[in-house]
């Protein structure tokens, strides 16, 4: 059990392109929601034959609570703490929530409560509600909740962000939940940023630049997943394009992002993708299925029946896609150009696109761990691809179109699309060329 006596930017993959912006790393502000209220007495309830307002609810519960209904007493907190047919009395809700958040999850919840501004500023309630729930991600929100004060009150910010970093650190020492890689995330952001430092020896220098390289791989990978869901809905400017969809699906799966490596077995499954081991899918189902639940049950089904040997082969399998990403710093798939560049070919690619300068930064990391000016170069690449990934990724994307490089078709709408959606984003550059690209225009019409 997760013990911690100490006492935001990440967010999930996007689900689908209608919530993408909002999914997006840095977290998205958090949207206040109305908390319903419901009456304890079911029977009550259903003998009803209009609804309950908001007012007739709290008296039942009232009424409830005075019989030491605590399920009544939970009900009453939502309703002082909102003002739902009862007055607003912040210091009545804490009392109903003291005798009706009576498991985990209530618990968690009242701790966001605070959190979240559902009740006047008070860390001290946030930090003891989470850590009365006590589980994993309970932990990792106070984490976050203290990163936030720190980012709020820069006279303050040593304290909690000293905090924040204590919660993080204890939560990689409990393995088997979600809250490891999300805790390694934001210390590739305190390390980045330099809040906090593994140590400036080889062994802190080389996890500092792991964690930095896991956020910097996972904001461009949540990118790049975006850019290929674009393609796979296709738009006026954007036609769908299933081979630009695949490229930016493999590459986000290569960064660990989970929506991205659970399509891409599907491609796999259906040829679209090559499967080079014959085993390729299951092995990248096995490691989607330790993020994702639901593919743990796929995972089992295609095992199923299977023979000792073919059990071997997918172990082996499994094994190979582990190693790629310490061999070459990400899960590039046995195609993609940046699995195993020689040095001549890397230098070769074009140094403004984020993913070769990922894959440049890793090459330096085996160096930097003893020598400064590596270590110091290498967390700058990353420090740049974590702040500038949307607009680079969206630039290249847009310059490759232009002119049909790097594997991209030559198309002048697309490449509009592309560099004003950079452009959008700020890209100097992309604007540079999107002027160039509408003076030639120009020039064409008045001949």
Same mark, same amino acid.
């Not at 959190?115 to 309970?138: C, M, N």
């Not at 929506?259 to 090559?274: K, M």
């Not at 080079?276 to 990248?284: C, E, K, P, V």
């Not at 696109?353 to 930097?368: G, S, T, Y």
């Given at each position: 059990?997760?013990?911690?006596?100490?006492?935001?930017?990440?967010?999930?993959?996007?689900?689908?392109?209608?919530?993408? +912006? %909002? !999914?997006?790393? @840095? $977290?998205?502000? *958090?949207?206040?929601?109305?908390?319903?209220? =419901?009456?304890? &007495?079911?029977?009550?309830?259903?003998?009803?034959?209009?609804?309950?307002?908001?007012?007739?609810?709290?008296?039942?519960?009232?009424?409830?609570?005075?019989?030491?209904?605590?399920?009544?007493?939970?009900?009453?907190?939502?309703?002082?703490?909102?003002?739902?047919?009862?007055?607003?009395?912040?210091?009545?809700?804490?009392?109903?929530?003291?005798?009706?958040?009576?498991?985990?999850?209530?618990?968690?919840?009242?701790?966001?409560?605070?959190?979240?501004?559902?009740?006047?500023?008070?860390?001290?309630?946030?930090?003891?509600?989470? +850590? %009365? !729930?006590?589980? @994993? $991600?309970?932990? *990792?929100?106070?984490?976050?909740?203290?990163? =936030?004060?720190? &980012?709020?009150?820069?006279?303050?910010?040593?304290?909690?962000?000293?905090?924040?970093?204590?919660?993080?650190?204890?939560?990689?020492?409990?393995?088997?939940?979600?809250?490891?890689?999300?805790?390694?995330?934001?210390?590739?952001?305190?390390?980045?940023?330099?809040?906090?430092?593994?140590?400036?020896?080889?062994?802190?220098?080389?996890?500092?630049?792991?964690?930095?390289?896991?956020?910097?791989?996972?904001?461009?990978?949540?990118?790049?997943?975006?850019?290929?869901?674009?393609?796979?809905?296709?738009?006026?400017?954007?036609?769908?394009?299933? !081979?630009?969809?695949?490229?930016?699906?493999?590459?986000?799966?290569?960064?660990?992002?989970?929506?991205?490596?659970?399509?891409?077995?599907?491609?796999?499954?259906?040829?679209?993708?090559?499967?080079?081991?014959?085993?390729?899918?299951?092995?990248?189902?096995?490691?989607?299925?330790?993020?994702?639940?639901?593919?743990?049950?796929?995972?089992?089904?295609?095992?199923?029946?299977?023979?000792?040997?073919?059990?071997?082969?997918?172990?082996?399998?499994?094994?190979?896609?582990?190693?790629?990403?310490?061999?070459?710093?990400?899960?590039?798939?046995?195609?993609?150009?940046?699995?195993?560049?020689?040095?001549?070919?890397?230098?070769?690619?074009?140094?403004?696109?984020?993913?070769?300068?990922?894959?440049?930064?890793?090459?330096?990391?085996?160096?930097?761990?003893?020598?400064?000016?590596?270590?110091?170069?290498?967390?700058?690449?990353?420090?740049?691809?974590?702040?500038?990934?949307?607009?680079?990724?969206?630039?290249?994307?847009?310059?490759?179109?232009?002119?049909?490089?790097?594997?991209?078709?030559?198309?002048?709408?697309?490449?509009?699309?592309?560099?004003?959606?950079?452009?959008?984003?700020?890209?100097?550059?992309?604007?540079?060329?999107?002027?160039?690209?509408?003076?030639?225009?120009?020039?064409?019409?008045?001949?």
């Amino acid at each position: 059990m997760f013990q911690a006596t100490t006492s935001a930017r990440f967010l999930s993959a996007p689900i689908a392109f209608a919530i993408l +912006a %909002a !999914a997006a790393f @840095p $977290q998205a502000p *958090f949207v206040k929601t109305t908390y319903g209220v =419901a009456p304890v &007495d079911p029977p009550l309830w259903a003998r009803l034959s209009e609804a309950l307002s908001d007012a007739d609810i709290a008296k039942i519960n009232l009424a409830a609570f005075a019989k030491g209904n605590k399920v009544a007493a939970w009900e009453l907190g939502i309703a002082y703490m909102q003002g739902l047919g009862i007055s607003q009395n912040f210091e009545k809700a804490e009392q109903m929530f003291r005798i009706g958040a009576v498991d985990a999850d209530k618990k968690g919840m009242v701790g966001m409560f605070y959190a979240h501004g559902y009740f006047p500023k008070d860390l001290s309630a946030v930090e003891s509600w989470y +850590a %009365a !729930a006590g589980r @994993p $991600q309970d932990y *990792f929100e106070l984490a976050e909740a203290f990163k =936030a004060a720190g &980012d709020a009150d820069k006279s303050t910010a040593s304290l909690y962000y000293s905090k924040a970093t204590a919660l993080y650190l204890a939560l990689l020492k409990d393995s088997g939940h979600p809250e490891v890689r999300r805790a390694q995330l934001e210390l590739g952001n305190f390390v980045i940023d330099g809040i906090y430092s593994a140590g400036n020896d080889p062994k802190g220098r080389a996890q500092n630049l792991q964690w930095a390289r896991m956020i910097a791989q996972e904001l461009l990978g949540q990118k790049e997943y975006q850019i290929a869901v674009e393609y796979n809905i296709g738009q006026e400017d954007l036609p769908a394009d299933k !081979a630009m969809w695949l490229r930016y699906c493999k590459r986000a799966a290569a960064y660990n992002i989970d929506l991205a490596q659970h399509y891409f077995v599907e491609a796999l499954n259906s040829g679209l993708a090559h499967d080079f081991s014959g085993y390729d899918a299951i092995a990248w189902t096995r490691l989607s299925s330790q993020k994702m639940t639901g593919d743990s049950g796929l995972l089992k089904a295609m095992m199923t029946g299977m023979t000792a040997g073919q059990v071997a082969d997918v172990d082996a399998a499994y094994k190979s896609l582990m190693g790629t990403r310490e061999r070459y710093g990400a899960y590039y798939p046995e195609d993609d150009p940046l699995r195993d560049p020689t040095p001549a070919a890397l230098a070769a690619m074009d140094q403004d696109d984020p993913d070769v300068q990922l894959r440049k930064a890793f090459n330096l990391e085996l160096a930097a761990a003893n020598d400064e000016k590596d270590y110091q170069y290498a967390l700058s690449i990353y420090h740049d691809v974590r702040n500038h990934c949307d607009t680079a990724a969206r630039y290249v994307l847009g310059k490759y179109a232009l002119s049909g490089a790097n594997g991209v078709p030559q198309n002048r709408r697309v490449a509009e699309y592309w560099l004003h959606e950079a452009v959008r984003s700020g890209s100097k550059p992309a604007q540079k060329l999107l002027s160039g690209i509408e003076e030639d225009w120009t020039r064409q019409r008045q001949r």
